[in-house]
Antibody, heavy 120, light 107 residues
Framework: QLHLVESGGGVVQSGKSLRLSCAAS????????IHWVRQAPGKGLEWVAV????????LYADSVKGRFTISRDNSKNTLSLQMNSLRPEDTAAYYC?????????????WGHGTLVTVSS | DIQMTQSPSTLSASVGDRVTITCRAS??????LAWYQQKPGKAPKLLIY???SLESGVPSRFSGSGSGTEFTLSISSLQPDDFATYYC?????????FGGGTKVEIK
């Protein structure tokens, strides 16, 4: 069974840092591109970042570029999101999501999400 | 960036109704469109990919259509489990973008 489990969320002050993790199981992690998607409370979905299967290619939304860093450890089947210089508008549930197929960027499965709250 | 516009934002319907949700892209995305269902406190669930392909395990009452810039998600006979929020997502190009969502409520 495919599983993604996020961790590392919490309450943090504006300007501080937080590191999220996503543990994968049930599939060959090193074969797949993985994304972070976030959802502010009561709002819609926003794509945040993507990392290629081998970690060599990364892209970010403009809203987080220069502040967030996506990385992966294929030996441990884990994905990370280092979030620096956090702002109140970064408050959201953060989901890791796998590309459903090797070459098309729609998402399945998703993790259950981890909530990040940035206080001002 | 490709903007995705969903309508309506809220839809009130009864069990057994046929409902249709529209998603418009600001430029052509061919058929690179997915639909998701999300319930409160849960992660989104994939329903449709490549505009009209039904994900395995998704009931056949769900269907998708369209190409280019105009897409629809239809539910042929609304069931109690279908009351949720639905999102479209384009994967033609980065940044990947979502529609604003359509909440399907009980009438």
């Amino acid at each position: 069974q495919l599983h993604l489990v996020e961790s590392g969320g919490g309450v943090v002050q504006s300007g501080k840092s937080l590191r999220l993790s996503c543990a994968a199981s049930g599939f060959t992690f090193s074969d797949y591109t993985i994304h972070w998607v976030r959802q502010a409370p009561g709002k819609g979905l926003e794509w945040v970042a993507v990392i290629s299967f081998d970690g060599n290619n990364k892209l970010y939304a403009d809203s987080v570029k220069g502040r967030f860093t996506i990385s992966r450890d294929n030996s441990k089947n884990t994905l990370s999101l280092q979030m620096n210089s956090l702002r109140p508008e970064d408050t959201a549930a953060y989901y890791c999501a796998r590309t459903a197929t090797l070459h098309q960027n729609y998402f399945d499965p998703w993790g259950h999400g981890t909530l990040v709250t940035v206080s001002s | 960036d490709i903007q995705m516009t969903q309508s309506p934002s809220t839809l009130s319907a009864s069990v057994g109704d046929r409902v249709t949700i529209t998603c418009r892209a600001s430029q052509s995305i061919s058929s690179w469109l997915a639909w998701y269902q999300q319930k409160p406190g849960k992660a989104p669930k994939l329903l449709i990919y490549k505009a009209s392909s039904l994900e395995s395990g998704v009931p056949s009452r769900f269907s998708g259509s369209g190409s280019g810039t105009e897409f629809t998600l239809s539910i042929s006979s609304l069931q109690p489990d279908d009351f949720a929020t639905y999102y479209c997502q384009q994967y033609n190009s980065y940044p990947l973008t979502f529609g604003g969502g359509t909440k399907v409520e009980i009438k």
